[in-house]
C-alpha cells in the first residue's frame, strides 16, 4: 500500500516513545521505507539500536555526527520525504516546532520537508490543556500541519485525562490518507458497518462470545470514510476508536446490533456485516451468578435473529448488501451457500483458523465472492489493504 513512500518518523522524548516502535514496525509492513528520528531525551527511553533494527536504517540522533547517507543526513532526507510522523510530540517538542526551533533532528527535519507533516501530542493532561499548548497546537494547524489529538485514558503519572499518544493503527491510518488519498468515489453513499463480536450474557459475571475484535470491520468503516461515505458503524464489544469521520454506535447483544442495524436499515445504500454476531443467547438470564454445584451445568440456548438475513429478504433496489464468512473449513463453498441464502451482493471469506488471517491480526488473507464471474482471492494483506480492496468491488458493482 505504501510502496515506494518514504516516511520520517520523529520520535521525542515521552514516555508513549514505545509506541512509536508499533508505528515503525506496521508502516513498514505496509511498504514504507521508514527513517526515524529521534532527540536525545528520546534514545534514553527506547534504544535507537530497535529502530534500525525494524526500519533497516541507521537512526539519526546527533545533527553533528557522522553522516550516513553521504550528504547533510537531515537535508537528505528531508527531500526524500513524502511524509513526516512526529509521534510522539511532547510539548517541548510542539512548542519547539511552533518556533521553527531546530535544535534536533526533528525539528530539523519539519522544516525541511515540503510534505505533509503529521503531530502526534501526548502529555500530561494539564499540559494538554495549557492556553499555551492549545496555542502552539493552532499555531501548527494553520501553518498547515495535521494533528492527531491525544485521547482520553490513563497517563504516565496514573491519572486519567485527555494526553494519550493516539494508538499505533490510527496514527498509521492517518498516515496512509495523507499519503494515499482514497478515491471519493462513495461520497454521497450512506454507508452502514456492523463490526466486533457480540457478548450473549448468562449472569451478571459470564457471557457467550467469540473472538473477533472487530479489526477487519473498523478499517473497513475507515477506508469508506475516506472514499467520502457518510458512515454509521455498529460494533459489539471492545476499545478500539472510532474511525475519523465515523458515527460508532456501540452495542454488546446481538438483539442490541439487530435493533441498530434493522432502525437504519432505509436510511442506507450499503451495508457491510463485518460483526461476528452469536448465532444463540442463553435462554435464561440469570440476575445473580450461578453458583457452583454438583454435577454438570445445562444450559439451553435460543437463536438470534438473523442480521443478515433479514437484510437480505427485505433489501431494497439499488441498495447493496456485503457480508463475511469466517470459517475453517470449506472456505469458498460455505461461503457461497451464505451469499445465495441471505440475498448477498459480495461476500468476503477467510479462514480463521490460519495464524496470520484469523482473528485478532493485522493482516487478513480473503477470498471475494460476488454472484457472478470467479472468486477472487487475495494475497495477504493488511486488513485496512483489504478493506481497501473490498471497496474497489463495492464500487464497480455500484
Not at 543526513?73 to 519547539?96: E, F, K, S, W
Amino acid at each position: 500500500m505504501l510502496t515506494n513512500k518514504t516516511v520520517l518518523v520523529g520520535v521525542s522524548g515521552g514516555i508513549a516513545a514505545y509506541k512509536a516502535v508499533e508505528v515503525v514496525s506496521r508502516l513498514v509492513r505496509l511498504g514504507a521505507e521508514v527513517h526515524v528520528l529521534m532527540t536525545a531525551a528520546a534514545a534514553r527511553l527506547v534504544a535507537p539500536l530497535t529502530f534500525q533494527a525494524l526500519s533497516g536504517h541507521p537512526v539519526q540522533i546527533d545533527l553533528l555526527a557522522e553522516q550516513k547517507h553521504g550528504h547533510v543526513d537531515h537535508v537528505y532526507l528531508a527531500r526524500r520525504a513524502d511524509l513526516l510522523i512526529v509521534a510522539p510530540c511532547t510539548a517541548n517538542t510542539l512548542a519547539g516546532l511552533a518556533a521553527g526551533s531546530a535544535g534536533d533532528p526533528v525539528a530539523v527535519a519539519a522544516l525541511g520537508v515540503s510534505a505533509p507533516v503529521l503531530v502526534c501530542p501526548a502529555m500530561e493532561e494539564h499540559m494538554w490543556a495549557h492556553p499555551l499548548t492549545q496555542a502552539n497546537a493552532r499555531r501548527l494547524r494553520e501553518i498547515g500541519y495535521h494533528l492527531l489529538d491525544p485521547r482520553d485514558g490513563r497517563l504516565a503519572s496514573g491519572l486519567h485525562g485527555q494526553g494519550r499518544l493516539p494508538e499505533p493503527e490510527d496514527i498509521v491510518a492517518a498516515a496512509v490518507q495523507l499519503l494515499a488519498p482514497a478515491r471519493r468515489d462513495l461520497t454521497g453513499r450512506r454507508v452502514l458497518v456492523t463490526a466486533g463480536a457480540t457478548r450473549e450474557p448468562l449472569d451478571p459475571v459470564r457471557f457467550i462470545s467469540n473472538r473477533s475484535t472487530g479489526k477487519m470491520g473498523f478499517a473497513v468503516a475507515a477506508a469508506a470514510a475516506a472514499r467520502g461515505a457518510e458512515v454509521v458503524l455498529v460494533a459489539g464489544s471492545g476499545n478500539l476508536a472510532a474511525p475519523p469521520g465515523v458515527e460508532l454506535v456501540r452495542v454488546e447483544t446481538a438483539l442490541e446490533m439487530y435493533t441498530a442495524v434493522m432502525t437504519r436499515a432505509d436510511w442506507c445504500d450499503i451495508v457491510v456485516g463485518a460483526a461476528a454476531v452469536s448465532d444463540y443467547r442463553p435462554a435464561v438470564y440469570h440476575e445473580h451468578k450461578v453458583k457452583k454445584q454438583d454435577g454438570n451445568l445445562t444450559v439451553e440456548f435460543v437463536r438470534n435473529p438473523d442480521i443478515l438475513r433479514e437484510l437480505g429478504q427485505k433489501k431494497r433496489p439499488g441498495c447493496l448488501l456485503v457480508g463475511f464468512a469466517a470459517e475453517t473449513t470449506d472456505v469458498v463453498d460455505y461461503a457461497r451457500r451464505k451469499l445465495q441464502e441471505k440475498n448477498l451482493d459480495l461476500i468476503v471469506a477467510n479462514n480463521v483458523s490460519e495464524e496470520d488471517a484469523g482473528f485478532a491480526t493485522d493482516t487478513n488473507r480473503v477470498v471475494l465472492i460476488g454472484r457472478t464471474g470467479k472468486p477472487d482471492a487475495l494475497p495477504l494483506l493488511s486488513k485496512e489493504a483489504v478493506a481497501a480492496a473490498i471497496w474497489d468491488r463495492v464500487v464497480s458493482l455500484l
